[in-house]
């Protein structure tokens, strides 16, 4: 009978010290980046392109306002620019053969007429001192060749700066335009922009507050969505149990419906308690103090879990 009693009382300390090695479960919900995608004007809703529960990548147009004269502006902006960018083009390619050939025909004709308007003028000049023609028949003369001279220069003048070709003045004030043109364009679009609201990272479209047609207020979120990645437990540790949570510590956490252990690492421990401050509580009290944690489930056995889906994290208890 001793022995026996003895044997019993052996397996009922072994089972009372297996008992209190069991992990202790600290509870929370599985949590994801929620995103909130604000609305930077009051324009109409016209176009609702995603749908609640899509799976988005990032660039993905989610909602399209009413963009008004936006677009009329930016018409008027890319014509602006493309004007400047031809007039730089044809500057840096300089004047062409053509219109050299015909600045030179037309410096040949200027002076043919300068000649024939030069010889009027002597002959003219003659029979005046010969008192055959009158004082105004001379000024006529004189005022026709001064003209044909004048006429002369100009083409001359244009014949030679086609030779010499675009200055570098000219081209550098085409491209300073281009870059002026360019910036406003620039402008304009940022500002049109606004109006196209975009996913900013690959996410799940969690709720679009607003319907097609209404006008959202600008600065409230128009999409809220739940971005890819590593999720991660967010969970209350209470405080007999903060010492085992630093940030770096490997921990494991089960979820309802699954069998499978899923392991995460401690990021983030608030360094404040939630609710009452430590200070004011009793020695008692302070047992009852929770702290949030944030623990990343790297597992790939947790990628896919939802957010919201309540988790279990284990906290292994000391050997007594």
């Not at 397996?11 to 949590?31: S, W």
């Not at 018409?75 to 960018?85: N, T, Y």
Request: hydrophobic share 40%.
């Amino acid at each position: 009978m001793i022995r026996f009693a003895w044997l019993a009382l052996s397996t009922l300390l072994l089972a009372a010290g297996c008992a209190r090695e069991q992990p202790v479960e600290v509870h929370g919900t599985v949590e994801r980046d929620r995103l909130e995608i604000i609305a930077e004007s009051n324009e109409r809703i016209v176009e609702i392109v995603v749908h609640e529960g899509d799976h988005v990548q990032a660039g993905t147009v989610l909602v399209r306002q009413e963009a008004g004269i936006a677009q009329s502006r930016i018409d008027q902006s890319r014509a602006a620019v493309l004007e400047a960018q031809r007039r730089l083009a044809d500057l840096e390619q300089g004047p062409r053969q053509r219109e050299i050939v015909e600045a030179r025909a037309t410096l040949g004709g200027a002076e043919s007429e300068l000649q024939t308007a030069q010889s009027d003028y002597v002959r003219v000049q003659t029979l005046v001192q010969r008192k055959l023609l009158s004082q105004s028949n001379l000024d006529q003369a004189r005022a026709k060749r001064d003209s044909a001279r004048a006429a002369r220069d100009a083409a001359r003048a244009r014949y030679e700066l086609l030779q010499q070709g675009t200055r570098t003045e000219q081209v550098a004030a085409a491209r300073a335009a281009v870059q002026r043109a360019t910036a406003a364009l620039v402008e304009v679009e940022t500002v049109a922009s606004r109006h196209t609201v975009t996913a900013p990272r690959a996410a799940l479209v969690e709720a679009l507050p607003y319907k097609l047609g209404e006008r959202p207020t600008a600065g409230r979120p128009v999409a809220i969505l739940l971005a890819d990645g590593v999720p991660y437990a967010r969970v209350y540790v209470p405080e007999p149990l903060r010492t085992k949570f630093t940030a770096g510590v490997r921990v494991e956490a089960k979820v309802d419906g699954s069998a499978e252990r899923i392991q995460g690492t401690v990021r983030y421990v608030s360094a404040e308690a939630a609710f009452t401050p430590y200070y004011a509580l009793t020695q008692k009290d302070r047992s009852r103090l929770a702290y949030l944690a944030e623990i990343t489930l790297d597992d790939p056995a947790g990628q896919a879990l939802p957010a919201g889906q309540p988790i279990q994290v284990l906290v292994p208890a000391e050997r007594p």
